[in-house]
């Protein structure tokens, strides 16, 4: 992975300071417990601080590293020349690194900006990360919803998206986003999703729409928020040519 020039803030900001703020509490309740000397209590609070901290300190590495080092092994089978579009690109982490390794080609992304989502994120922000990475001239960024792309059918030669699906918050939504995700991916075209929800139903979602090239993998510790029971599925699909 290239050093990074650009500033890509923190997923989910809330669930990261619900971790630590958590782990605080906990550890204020061992220290009453011992205090008083109940020790069964103290011993249990602590082991849960520990726990939690843990957690947070997962979350904070995937998505400060891990996220990164993940996406740049994926994206090394890019051939220079693709336009590619990146699902839900907030403040650019994955899109970046693609526009990198697409000399002759475009990156395009798209997203709504929701600062619960990623912390600072707005527009402008990805525009200057693109100037701090110096692939500005063939990136493109585009404000709309993922359940309604801005795009003709085809568009794209390479879909991804990393952590954004799963924030559509109904099922039916999450299945219009990954059928319009289809429909802008040229015939023979690579769709790779990261989330850590719903991969199954949105490969349920390709499949009904014929795509029978299409798998799931786990994207291993570097990709876990807060530990393996939030790790995240990489899911790749081919459109068929
Ligand atoms: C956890 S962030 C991940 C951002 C980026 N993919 C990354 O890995 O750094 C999720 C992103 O999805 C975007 N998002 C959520 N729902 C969306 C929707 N319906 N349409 C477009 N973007 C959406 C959010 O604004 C946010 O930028």
Known sequence: MSKRHGSYGFDAPGALIGLLLGAIALMALAAVSFALDIVAAGMAFLAGALYTLASAASYLYTTRRGKFAVWAEELRRLGGDERLLDLGCGRGAVLLMAAERLP????????????????????????ANAEAEGVSERVELVTGDLRDLPFGEAAFDVVVSSLAVHNIPDAEGRAQAVREAHR??????????????????????????????????????????GGPWFATTLLEARKPA
């Open 104 to 127: 002759r080609g475009r990156a395009t992304g798209i997203d709504l900006w929701r600062s619960k989502d990623q912390s600072g994120n707005d527009e402008a922000t990805a525009r």
């Open 184 to 225: 802008v991916l040229r015939p023979g075209g690579l769709l790779l999703i990261a989330d850590f929800q719903h991969t199954p139903a949105y490969e349920e979602t390709l499949r009904g729409l014929g795509v029978v090239d299409v798998r799931r993998r786990d994207a291993g510790w570097r990709f876990w928020y």
